[in-house]
């Protein structure tokens, strides 16, 4: 079960003196299922990897360039950088980012070569209220999925996570039938082996219970709660026992 920590535009070097309690509670924990994945803001990356050396806690990032090759892209980083500084992970397509003008062309560039960097794949896909309301949140998602997975025949790095967008941030989270319908609708798409689907929007201490009982669920990928330990904790714990 995979609990990955969405940081956003949040945190500095002190804030990291808060990730004991999670590192202690990762070490008592036997299950070897979990898979914790902290995806802090670039400038975390290499301190929070080296705070984290000796313990199974991961990192990722929240995003990349989508060159290979270095160049003159001022402001951005790509993910040979992101590699070299700790990065396992990186979160892509993230709504976040789709509204800023992100492609589901471009998103397919940047999954392709951040695979090749050497990184493991979270990629998000979900629908905006419109298009829920308009019913077309299965042809969105199948878009996304065909378009941002285009040409990558080996998939085993890819991690699916589906964030409808009205959930994120807004404290609603999707119907527990409607969410099943929706995971195993990703599922379908993909014939063999299919990646792992993970779940994202307003994941939170209050609603966990309610998301412990979607059985083909593979984790989730926790936002705003995720910066207060002690509710990633108990996150974790209401979702694993
Ligand atoms: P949230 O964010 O948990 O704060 O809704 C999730 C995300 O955007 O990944």
Redesign the pocket.
Known sequence: MYFVA?W?MFGDLRTLNSLDKVIKFSKTNKKNKLKIVYCPPNTLIRPLSKRLKKTKIEVGAQNCHHSYDYGAYTGQVNSKMLKNVGAKYVILG???NRQLGETDNLINLKIKNAIKSGLKIIF?IGETLKERRDKKTNQVLKRQIEKGLKSIKNKSKIII?Y?PVW????GVIPKEKSLIQTISFIKSRFIKKYPKILY????NTNNSHKLKKIRNIDGF??????HNPKKFIDIIQKTIN
């Open positions: 969405n956003k993230h709504s976040e998000c996570a964030e959930s994120i941030g807004t994202g929007g307003s994941v990928l926790i936002g705003g709660a995720s």
